[in-house]
């Protein structure tokens, strides 16, 4: 079936400007992740959504970050007034309700200039 | 301190070798544990879960140990095609949050 997907897989974009990027999960995955992996690092946990509702925000690193999900799907991930060290690999995964096995899409590339 | 810590290599290592890489995490409430595998510029991919009796999946061997605070991968057998960085992932809070390490890097050479 059909993984998780994320769009797009390459973002580049001008300091200052606001970001918008997508994840669709695998379909009947209640749980959705965001994580922030810049190079050469391990993943950095930003937040989690149970359907509809995210229970933790506090991963997100700045109030110019903001996730919504909608649907018990589909989720946007917002940065505004991007800033260069928002430059990483911002990776989207999903998970069955108590699985705790995620599966993650490929990634989208955001590189701030 | 890191929530999860691992050495990040790499490890070169020829074929046929056995490896094992450690895992230590910060929270002695933590309640779950996974080892992903990520190929360069990849997503990680899950390997396995690491249940409390310790499991096996072919030539990798996935042990807990509670009372250290450390998670093992041990590959034996190491093939090529096993080249890459290991991350294990724990859980803390009834799956509302992961951490990950930073990795570790295996080369696996003919």
């Known amino acids: 079936g059909a993984g998780v997907s994320q769009s797009p897989s390459n973002k580049v974009t001008e300091k200052g400007k606001d970001v918008e990027l997508r994840c669709d999960p695998i379909s009947g995955h209640t749980a959705l992740y965001w994580y922030r992996q810049s190079l050469g690092q391990g993943l950095e946990f930003l937040i989690y959504?149970?359907?509809?509702?995210?229970?933790?925000k506090s991963g997100l690193p700045s109030d110019r970050f903001s996730a919504e999900r909608t649907g018990g799907s589909v989720s946007t991930l917002t940065i505004q007034r991007t800033q260069q060290e928002d430059s990483a690999v911002y990776l989207c995964?999903?998970?069955?309700f108590g699985a705790g096995e995620q599966y993650f899409g490929p990634g989208t590339r955001l590189t701030v200039t | 301190r890191k929530e999860v810590e691992q050495d990040p290599g790499p490890f070169n290592v020829p074929e046929g070798a056995t490896v094992a890489f450690n895992c230590t995490y910060s929270?002695?409430?933590?309640?779950?544990f996974f080892w992903y595998r990520q190929d360069c510029r990849k997503e990680p991919k899950l390997l396995m879960s690491v249940y409390s009796s310790g499991n096996e999946d072919g030539r990798f061997t996935a042990q807990l140990n509670r009372a250290s605070q450390y998670i093992s991968l041990l590959i034996r057998d190491s093939k090529l095609s096993d080249s890459a960085t290991y991350l294990c992932?724990?859980?803390?809070?009834?799956?509302?949050?992961?951490?990950f390490g930073s990795g570790t890097k295996l080369n696996v050479k003919p």
């Open positions: 929270n002695s409430a933590s309640q779950s």
């Open positions: 959504f149970q359907g509809n509702s995210a229970p933790d």
């Open positions: 995964a999903s998970s069955s």
């Open positions: 992932a724990v859980n803390e809070d009834n799956f509302n949050k992961f951490y």
